[in-house]
């Protein structure tokens, strides 16, 4: 066999195994992420769960284990998964930077649905409906924990008349602004707080 010939042979060789190393790492990578999965069992008494947020960070699962009724949680695969009992029903649809600071959606007998501010050593700020609503529907939640957004009802339930609400708490008081236009919903926040989208009988909008 000449030189040339063999340089041939060698580079097609060459090819070969790189094209072989390369599919073993592609399946050692899938392999990898089927192993990353975590299946969320729900509480005691519940039947399925259902995540709604994760943590800036990627560490922090939150939703709720639901029935009859239901109970948000948050899990971690480092700790597990920590149930909020409080509410005949509870939901976590937003986690803050610090993986605490959480924004619940609750219904209670007493008070029907309330929007909340969690911070995970039960300091409990409760968004009352303004004058005209009856409800009040977290969405989403700031980085920093400070700016919760979302929406009222104007009945118990859910009603067919909306205003979307932003809430702005530092831990003792609670600042609540209407934004969007009528007939609307808050759905996500910036990182900052100070940026909001939603939807409205006339669309989808930004404020």
């Known amino acids: ?15 070969t195994v790189g094209a072989l190393v390369a599919s073993l790492a592609s399946v050692s990578a899938a392999s990898a992420s089927v192993a990353s999965v975590h299946v969320i069992a729900p509480a005691p008494g519940f039947q399925q769960t259902q995540a709604f947020a994760v943590s800036p960070d990627g560490e922090v699962a939150a939703g709720d284990s ?11 695969p ?31 007998i007493e008070d029907g649905g309330r929007a909340v501010r969690w911070n995970g050593d039960d300091a409990v700020q409760v968004f ?18 400070n700016v919760i957004v979302g929406a009222a009802s104007s009945r118990s339930g859910w009603g067919t008349t909306w205003q979307a609400f932003r809430w702005a708490a530092d831990g003792v008081n609670v600042q609540a602004e209407t934004i969007g236009p009528a007939g609307s919903r808050a759905r996500a926040v910036s ?3 100070r940026v909001v989208v939603g939807d409205s009988d006339q ?4 404020w």
């Open 1 to 15: 066999m000449d030189a040339q010939a063999s340089r041939s042979r060698s580079k097609s060789v060459s090819h």
């Open 66 to 76: 639901f029935g009859v009724g239901g109970v948000g949680f948050t899990f971690s």
């Open 78 to 108: 480092a700790t597990g998964r920590s149930d909020v009992q409080r509410w005949e029903y509870s939901g976590v649809v937003g986690i803050a930077a610090d993986a605490r600071t959480l924004a619940l959606n609750t219904w209670s």
């Open 128 to 145: 009352a409906a303004p004058a005209g609503f009856a409800e009040t529907h977290a969405a989403a939640i700031s980085r920093d924990g």
């Open 191 to 193: 990182a900052d707080g």
């Open 203 to 206: 669309g989808a909008w930004l």
